[in-house]
Structure formats: C-alpha cells, structure tokens
Nanobody
C-alpha cells in the first residue's frame, strides 16, 4: 500500500487549500482513509475520516464546518478541502488508511501513512 499526500502550502487566514492523497494497493471496498495533522512537539491529531465504499464521514470538532473530506473512486484519491483556514491549522498533514470500516480517530489504528504535507496559515 502506498499513499502520497500533496497540496500543502502557505495561505493567509481565511483562505482555502485542498489536500490530495493518491492511494494504491488498497482494497478500497473495505478501507477507511483518514487525515491527521501534527505540530512539532505535539501529538498527531485526528482531522477527518471517510469510509471509502459508503462515503460515511467523521470530523473532529476543529474540522467540522470548515473542512470537507471526500474521495474519488475512479482516481483512487482522497481529498481534504480546507476552508476558512486559521493560524492554528498550521501543521504537517498526513493521510492514512486502514483496512476495515470503523472510522477510528487514533493514529495507531491506521496501518498505512503518506509522507505528510506542510500547511502554514499566516498573514
């Protein structure tokens, strides 16, 4: 299984970014894709997860209402659309995947990880 995350960058507060995660080697019908983020010196934090087949979604409280997780079955790619960005959203963002259907919010439940992409929100 390989995951490749991209799309990070620098944005002013209030702006938008879309992260992408290209996946290969997964059994998509029984997989969950998640997005996590991590600041230096802090624990990796859950952002959102999607059940690949059904599209059922779970968001963290910080992401709810501002971020949208989605996937494109034809492209085997997951997305995290981030709107109304805040400085506190600054972090390295990781996509992750796990076999199964439970939308776990803890990193150790995810067996596969992308390399991370930096998001910086600053004026």
């Amino acid at each position: 299984v390989q995951l490749q995350a991209y799309g990070g960058g620098m944005m002013q507060p209030g702006g938008s970014l879309r992260l992408s995660c290209a996946a290969s080697g997964l059994t998509f019908s029984t997989s969950v894709m998640g997005w996590f983020r991590q600041d230096p010196g802090k624990e990796r934090e859950f952002v959102a997860a999607i059940r690949w087949r059904s599209g059922i979604i779970l968001y963290s409280n910080s992401a709810k209402g501002r971020f949208t997780i989605s996937r494109d079955n034809a492209k085997n790619t997951g997305y995290l659309q981030m709107n109304s960005l805040k400085p506190e959203d600054t972090a390295v963002y990781y996509c992750a995947a796990r076999s199964g259907t439970i939308l776990h919010t803890v990193p150790y439940e995810y067996a596969y990880w992308g390399q991370g992409t930096q998001v910086t929100v600053s004026s």
